[in-house]
């Protein structure tokens, strides 16, 4: 309950915070809480709970997600690929499915948004035998242009591949 009421304060656009929408969400079939002892209990243990948790996490609660760089990717490789290449299998789809199933796995803690992105999009690559085209004399393939470094993304790959 610590974190739901945590999570709320974090605000979108357009979004307000309301105490009484997170009792209603934990415990729906219950009546309101009257403004008593028990009430103030509650309230004062959950933002202890919730000062403690931002302590843990050294008031770090922004997180750069690699589904933005997923799309980007995406449209990129549909440019290159070709239209027809891409709607031939749903290679969006099975990416997007592969990142959601990856957040079971403690690797995305360990890596950039962008090497995860990427080696998701490999995976989804292979998977359908998709071969990215490329000129004779270049000296780069397709995720070389937006990974720095390939050592890290090699690695990551290989963790992937096989836990998965």
């Known amino acids: ?95 997007w499915s592969l990142l959601c199933d990856l957040y079971q796995h403690p690797v995305c803690l360990k890596h950039p948004p962008q090497h995860i992105a990427i080696t998701i999009l490999q995976l989804a690559l292979l998977i359908y035998d998709i071969r990215v085209p490329h000129g004779e004399d270049s000296v780069l393939t397709w995720y070389e242009v937006s990974i720095f470094s390939l050592i890290p993304f090699v690695a990551l790959f290989q963790k992937i591949k096989w836990s998965m």
């Open 1 to 95: 309950m610590s974190s739901m009421f945590s999570t709320s304060k974090v605000r979108l656009p357009g979004q307000t915070n309301a105490d009484a929408d997170i009792f209603r969400c934990v415990y729906p079939k219950s009546d309101p809480l009257p403004l008593a002892d028990e009430y103030w209990c509650l309230r004062d243990a959950i933002v202890h709970c919730e000062l403690l948790m931002l302590r843990v996490l050294q008031f770090r609660v922004s997180v750069d997600h690699p589904h933005r760089y997923l799309l980007h990717y995406l449209w990129s490789l549909t440019d290159w690929l070709g239209p027809g290449v891409v709607r031939g299998v749903p290679l969006s789809q099975v990416a």
